[in-house]
């Protein structure tokens, strides 16, 4: 290395403050999540981006050292909110729809990513095109879902073991009916038998189930299949949320639930996914796992995006 190379790399240090490159909040730190909410989509309960992050937003501010600034319809109105984000996590629609199909996104991603911003994803927002995306998404999170090599049956796994992982603290063993996608696309050696350390990243499953034969033989929702790799598949465990810990320190997380809305009612669906996030943002997971009050039928009900009603 040239004296100037060092020099350029001393000044561009320097220009991160030290709270976005310290990846671990030290006491007494405050970390800021930015939120992103996807445009509306889907029939009446299911994909309800905006209500969904409304119902984390307000139970994740009542977790201390972490402030939530919430952004609806897909991006933020400021992409300098970002600079001062310890995590970002995007709740989306995701393929040619994802926020970060456009590549200049993706430069603005890599840039928060560069200097040890958390990334995590959820549902649809897992999905990315394989020649746009992937390559990203399989250095930020780990993996993603690929269109007909991933898919997406409606199903009810039976989540009953988890690691020793911070994302996990407090979780008791739950089951609940959703739009699990399944088979993603992992980074090669990365799957759902265990913790795992490739090149310095570290890749922890989290929920973990077996899809029964019958839910591998689908119908998926879109396309139906089902696909021969997936049925040849049968008995092995798939996992439906992970974390990842890059070799710079900076993390991630892919969470492939969140279709229907009432699932946020869940305990432990609920806890879970706020322990991803608060993992993410680099602050201590409490050994019970991240409290936080009952969603009401009433609250449920509440923000939903307008949409036509469903047919039939």
Request: net charge neutral; glycine share 10%; aromatic share 10%.
């Amino acid at each position: 290395m040239t004296r100037f190379d060092f020099l350029r790399l001393l000044t561009a240090s320097a220009a991160i403050p030290a709270t976005a490159r310290r990846v671990v909040a030290a006491p007494g730190d405050t970390r800021k999540l930015v939120l992103i909410a996807g445009s509306p989509s889907h029939p009446p309960g299911m994909h309800e981006f905006r209500a969904g992050s409304l119902l984390l937003e307000k139970r994740l501010a009542q977790v201390p050292g972490l402030t939530v600034e919430r952004h609806d319809n897909d991006w933020v109105p400021d992409e300098a909110t970002f600079e001062d984000a310890a995590a970002i996590v995007i709740y989306s629609d995701g393929g040619r729809k994802h926020p970060l199909a456009d590549k200049g996104r993706q430069v603005i991603m890599g840039r928060q990513i560069a200097r040890g911003a958390g990334l995590g994803c959820m549902h649809y927002g897992v999905e990315v095109l394989r020649d746009n995306a992937g390559k990203e998404f399989s250095d930020w999170l780990g993996g993603y879902y690929e269109h007909e090599w991933s898919c997406n049956p409606i199903w009810t796994p039976s989540f009953e073991r988890f690691p020793d992982h911070p994302v996990a603290n407090g979780v008791k063993p739950f089951g609940v009916e959703d739009e699990w996608y399944f088979n993603m696309r992992f980074r090669d050696g990365f799957d759902a038998s265990g913790p795992k350390q490739i090149d310095g990243s570290a890749f922890t499953p989290i929920l973990v189930a077996k899809p029964s034969d019958e839910v591998r033989d689908g119908p998926y929702v879109h396309p139906k299949g089902p696909y021969e790799h997936i049925q040849a598949a049968k008995g092995r465990d798939e996992a439906m949320l992970w974390t990842l810990e890059r070799p710079d320190g900076g993390r991630g997380f892919g969470f492939t639930g969140g279709h229907f809305h009432r699932n946020w009612q869940n305990d432990e669906y609920r806890k879970v996914v706020m322990n991803a996030i608060c993992w993410l943002a680099g602050l201590k997971v409490p050994r019970l796992g991240v409290g936080s009050s009952t969603v009401t039928d009433a609250e449920i009900a509440r923000n939903l995006d307008p949409k036509p009603p469903r047919r039939g």
